[in-house]
């Protein structure tokens, strides 16, 4: 019920395409899903977040879609470019002091030029 | 504004010596803090996470330990490192549910 499931494990796109990056959950205590972005060698940073009391949230090119009759959500990376190659992190967590992210397997994405 | 230093950035330590890896953040009161591990290509696993000085949550089993000795500073230890504990390591912070990383530790057991 803790787990967080990420897919694709990787992604190929080529520039100016969609990525799609999906996460499923079975807490439905959960209530704040967070997308973190990493490059390699440096810690992850947060994308965008979202909470159940919306469906979508669009910050630029990067949208959160949120299912919570079906406990998924994904991110949509429009029109991807060669710099935005890099492992995606969903996560999900419940609103409440002291407790902890939890955080899917991640995916790379690369962005062919 | 908050920020989180984390240190050393790299370090190659021979199997079976000690372990220290600390970090401090700054522009903030009682944070919770996190200490993540990622192996080469993998997730994210939480190693431990503190609510509060002296206050630490262990969530898997391993040969690590983590301390609070202050309020804005968290230290991971080992005393005798396995070739298992090789990874990426990573101090976070969180006012409430946003979780807000360091630049990470890069750690090879030799």
């Known amino acids: 019920q803790q787990q967080v499931k990420q897919s694709p494990q990787s992604l190929i796109v080529q520039k100016g395409g969609i990525s799609i990056i999906n996460c499923a959950y079975e807490?439905?205590?959960?209530?704040?899903f967070p997308w973190y972005q990493q490059f390699p060698g440096k810690g992850p940073a947060l994308l965008i977040a979202?909470?159940?009391?919306?469906s979508e949230k669009k910050e630029g090119r990067f949208t959160i879609s949120f299912n919570k009759s079906a406990k998924q959500f994904s991110l949509h990376i429009m029109d991807s470019q060669p710099g935005d190659s890099a492992t995606y992190f969903c996560?999900?967590?419940?609103?409440?002091?002291?407790?902890?992210?939890?955080f899917g397997k991640g995916t790379t994405l690369s962005v062919s030029s | 504004s908050q920020t989180i230093h984390q240190w050393p950035a790299t370090l190659v330590q021979p199997v079976g010596s000690p372990l220290s890896l600390e970090c401090t953040v700054e522009?903030?009161?009682?944070?919770?803090l996190y200490w993540y591990r990622q192996a080469a290509g993998r997730g994210l696993q939480l190693l431990f996470y503190?609510?509060?000085?002296?206050?630490i949550s262990s969530e898997v089993p391993q040969n690590l330990s983590a301390s609070r000795p202050q309020d804005r500073q968290f230290i991971l230890s080992s005393k005798k490192l396995l070739l298992s504990d090789s990874g990426f390591y990573l101090c976070?912070?969180?006012?409430?549910?946003?979780?807000?990383f360091g630049e990470g530790s890069w750690l090879t057991v030799v």
């Open positions: 522009g903030t009161s009682n944070p919770n």
């Open positions: 996560a999900a967590s419940r609103n409440q002091a002291g407790t902890a992210l939890i």
């Open positions: 807490n439905t205590a959960f209530d704040y």
């Open positions: 976070a912070w969180s006012p409430r549910n946003t979780i807000y």
């Open positions: 979202i909470r159940p009391d919306v």
């Open positions: 503190s609510v509060g000085i002296g206050q």
